[in-house]
């Protein structure tokens, strides 16, 4: 047993950043379906307050997001996630390939970046390994 699993209970939470409340909603069946606790955001803005919410900066364990959304988009909530959560580990999950932002977010720490639509059974392989990683608690 992992420290997410110590931590939450079950497989750690995952925020899930989707502005298409039908992607968000099928991401979030897949994930619960593995047994994952997921929290909802429909943009970057929703994201942060959620992570400044009671224990929610130390019990999720994984960010999913999409990029191009409303208010606070996906590249601004990760700069803003890496500054202040920076042991999280972040997917993104768009409909929108672009190899220059996909190699820039994966050099600011981003672990996956998965284009739409994204099978279950992907997705899932994804999250498990990212999940599996070890994580980086260096906060100085």
């Known amino acids: 047993m992992g420290i997410i699993d110590n931590v939450s209970g079950v497989h750690g939470k995952i ?4 502005d298409e409340e039908e992607v968000r909603d099928i991401l979030k069946l897949h994930l619960e379906s593995a047994g994952y606790e997921v929290i909802e955001a429909e943009d970057g803005e929703k994201a942060i307050e959620e992570m400044k919410k009671g224990s929610n900066l130390l019990r999720v364990g994984l960010i999913i997001t999409d990029i191009r959304m409303p208010k606070i988009n996906g590249v601004e909530a990760i700069e803003y996630l890496r500054e202040h959560a920076p042991s999280k580990p972040i997917m993104v999950v768009t ?5 220059d932002l996909a190699i820039s977010l994966m050099q ?12 279950k059974e992907k997705l899932l392989e994804k999250v498990k390994a990212v999940l599996a990683e070890e994580q980086n608690f260096d906060y100085v």
């Open 15 to 18: 925020l899930v950043i989707e």
């Open 95 to 99: 409909g929108y390939p672009d190899t």
């Open 108 to 119: 600011k720490g981003v672990k996956e970046y998965l284009v739409k639509p994204v099978e």
